[in-house]
């Protein structure tokens, strides 16, 4: 089946620090590939997203790139604010219903 | 531009009463809708979704079920909640299978 495998939080960080958050995933086919990001007590917001191979994604100075050799779509940040403190999702999709399939989310702390 | 809406945003029932959250999407049409449940500390587990009125299809069975009585609008209930039914409840919609999915806020449930 398909999995989505994060890495463990929480992430602490001082301002101005590079983030890196892995994700590898495990899949039938050609997923789409998506980095959602849930800000507390809120609904998820998507971050970022990458449909095919090579594809690299990027919003708000985050970037993905979706690697299908490795089936890695791992999120970088190259200096992270405080206000990016965070749980960030890492998430595919495989099927024609749609289905998100989410991995366990990666609490980011950032300290001023 | 399309909205999604949810409430309530905060409810708190005892054991053995009924539930109803709804969910409301505005600005586009014949969208898919989903349910997710987030428990404490854990990641986003798809509860229900629905690709056309009428249409309701169930990935965990749970003491929970869900109804779309018009195009736009995904209903969750449940006619006896348990302890395990707490948590953040989140609807999404997408307007393409393959796309990005969109949250509404969230409802937090806590069942006493």
């Known amino acids: 089946g398909n999995s989505v495998t994060q890495m463990e939080g929480p992430v602490t960080l001082s301002e101005e620090a590079f983030l890196t958050i892995n994700c590898t995933y495990t899949a039938t086919g050609y997923p789409s590939l998506f980095w959602y990001v849930q800000y507390p007590g809120e609904g998820l917001q998507l971050l970022l997203k990458a449909t095919k191979a090579d594809d690299k994604g990027s919003n708000k100075g985050f970037e993905a790139t979706y690697r299908k050799e490795t089936t890695s779509f791992h999120l970088e940040k190259g200096s992270v604010q405080v206000s990016d403190s965070a749980v960030y999702f890492c998430?595919?999709?495989?099927?024609?219903?749609?289905?998100?399939?989410f991995g366990s989310g990666t609490q980011v702390v950032v300290t001023p | 531009s399309q909205t999604i809406h949810q409430w309530p945003a905060t409810l708190v029932q005892p054991v053995g009463s009924p539930l109803s959250l709804e969910c409301t999407v505005e600005g586009t049409s014949n969208p898919n809708l989903y349910w997710y449940r987030q428990a404490a500390g854990r990641g986003l587990q798809l509860l229900f979704y629905s690709v056309g009125i009428g249409q309701i299809s169930s990935e965990v069975p749970q003491n929970l079920s869900a109804s779309r009585p018009q195009d736009r609008q995904f209903i969750l209930s449940s006619k006896k909640l348990l302890l395990s039914d707490s948590g953040f409840y989140l609807c999404a919609w997408t307007q393409a299978t393959y796309n990005e999915q969109f949250f509404g806020p969230g409802t937090r449930l806590t069942v006493l």
């Open positions: 998430a595919l999709i495989t099927d024609s219903w749609g289905k998100l399939q």
